[in-house]
């Protein structure tokens, strides 16, 4: 009879820690790109939870995106063209 109760709780305790690393998966992208000052910290944040709700496939590029910052493109502006 302990054995049943002793495994049941083995078994709760391990799935708690897989919803831990759910979660510590989902938020780890958008911490990483806020501690680095990314300008799109709120849309890579958004993007390591999808990657973890979608099972891993958003997720490697959530990270790539954290560690990279965009470059600044300027653009020419016609001035009164019309164009």
Same mark, same amino acid.
């Given at each position: 009879?302990?054995?049943?109760?002793?495994?049941?709780?083995?078994?709760?305790?391990?799935?708690?820690?897989?919803?831990?690393?759910?979660?510590?998966?989902?938020?780890?992208?958008?911490?990483?790109?806020?501690?680095?000052?990314?300008?799109?910290?709120?849309?890579?944040?958004?993007?390591?939870?999808?990657?973890?709700? =979608?099972?891993?496939?958003?997720?490697?590029?959530?990270?790539?995106?954290?560690? =990279?910052?965009?470059?600044?493109?300027?653009?020419?502006?016609?001035?009164? =063209?019309?164009?």
């Amino acid at each position: 009879m302990f054995l049943k109760y002793f495994a049941l709780f083995v078994l709760i305790v391990l799935l708690l820690a897989a919803v831990a690393v759910w979660v510590a998966l989902g938020m780890a992208p958008g911490k990483i790109a806020r501690s680095r000052n990314h300008p799109q910290a709120d849309a890579v944040g958004v993007c390591g939870w999808w990657g973890v709700i =979608t099972m891993g496939i958003l997720c490697p590029l959530a990270f790539v995106w954290a560690y =990279t910052k965009p470059i600044a493109v300027k653009s020419e502006q016609s001035e009164g =063209t019309g164009e």
